[in-house]
């Protein structure tokens, strides 16, 4: 069946710092694709819909210039989480069509 | 927001069938049912989605009522590996449909020895 990847699986970074988490689709194309954040003991919340060639949709409460999405080709999208925080720490997940990616753990120090 | 409610929690009995109700009384007509599950610290896991028919796979089955209102998802024989959190989403159209997918709060199942 269809694969989404992510990348990193996990990662530590400092207070202040931005953070790149990339989302591929393996083996189908996706014009679409969503970021949500997860925390513990808690659902996924949708952040934003990531759209291949234009802006992303950013869900309310959402800090569109903290959560740069960037889909630059239809197998990828990438979610940058700039001047980071510690409540920024978070589990991160992309999904494309049906499929979910496996997450990304993110811990700011 | 969330369209569907399901229990907070079940328990279940390895070996046994595990019947995870969900309830979406206000789905619309062109609105499928998709059932996921989430394995601690694991991105969501597609299990299995329908429309009006029940609907079968390799994983588990999917009834769905007549007038739609609800669902229930079978694993007829859990197994310790099937503890996980179950969320159960409606969405307009099939799995090539590029809507988003809404979570509610989900069914933590525990499996049980």
């Keep these: ?109 | 927001d969330a369209k569907t409610t399901q229990p907070p929690s079940m328990d279940c009995a390895e070996g046994r069938a595990a019947n995870l109700p969900c309830n979406h009384s206000t789905i619309s007509g062109n609105e499928y049912v998709y059932w996921y599950r989430q394995i601690h610290s694991q991105g969501p896991q597609y299990i299995i989605h329908g429309l009006k028919n029940n609907e079968t796979n390799e994983m588990a089955s999917l009834i769905i009522t007549e007038d739609r209102k609800s669902s229930t998802l079978i694993l007829p024989h859990a197994t310790l590996r099937d503890t996980a959190v179950y969320y159960c989403i409606v969405r307009p159209g099939g799995p090539y449909n590029t809507d988003k997918l809404i979570f509610g709060t989900g069914t933590r199942l525990q499996v049980f020895p």
């Design chain 1, 1 to 109: 069946g269809a694969v989404v990847s992510q990348h990193p699986s996990w990662v530590i970074c400092k207070s202040g710092t931005s953070v790149k988490i990339e989302c591929r689709s393996l083996d189908f194309q996706a014009t679409t694709m969503f970021w949500y954040r997860q925390f513990p003991k808690q659902s996924l919340m949708l952040m934003a819909t990531s759209n291949e060639g234009s802006k992303a949709t950013y869900e309310q409460g959402v800090e569109k210039d903290k959560f740069l999405i960037n889909h630059a080709s239809l197998t990828l999208s990438t979610l940058t989480v700039t001047s980071a925080h510690p409540e920024d720490s978070s589990f991160y997940i992309c999904s494309a069509g049906t499929f979910f990616g496996p997450g990304t753990r993110l811990t700011v120090t």
